[in-house]
Nanobody, 115 residues
Framework: QVQLVESGGGLVQAGGSLRLSCAAS????????MGWYRQAPGKQRELVAT???????NYADSVKGRFTISRDNAKNTVYLQTNSLKPEDTAVYYC?????????WGQGTQVTVSS
């Protein structure tokens, strides 16, 4: 089992920044990749960014150039630096981790961007 705890969400004005954190615990030794997803009201959950155990990253087109995913292996933590935030970035952001045969979600953290 893997436990994921997100933090760092909040209310920010358009153009502002937030850094989201996701601390992993439990059976973390076999995590293949971690990532961030988001879900806005009335919309499906969508991929934001992922990072593999080898450090390869992938981003949704809507956040490329504005968001950066990174990881601190010593702290078992993944970060999402969000810059130049837009009102359409408003959503609950979820951390996720994948292992062979398993996929884990955090509880989510709310990001609200005011115009």
């Amino acid at each position: 089992q893997v436990q994921l705890v997100e933090s760092g969400g909040g209310l920010v004005q358009a153009g502002g920044s937030l850094r989201l954190s996701c601390a992993a615990s439990g059976s973390i030794f076999s995590i293949n990749a971690m990532g961030w997803y988001r879900q806005a009201p009335g919309k499906q959950r969508e991929l934001v960014a992922t990072i593999t155990s080898g450090g390869s990253t992938n981003y949704a087109d809507s956040v490329k150039g504005r968001f950066t995913i990174s990881r601190d292996n010593a702290k078992n933590t993944v970060y999402l630096q969000t810059n130049s935030l837009k009102p359409e970035d408003t959503a609950v952001y979820y951390c996720a981790a994948s292992q062979v045969g398993h996929f884990y979600w955090g509880q989510g953290t709310q990001v609200t961007v005011s115009s």
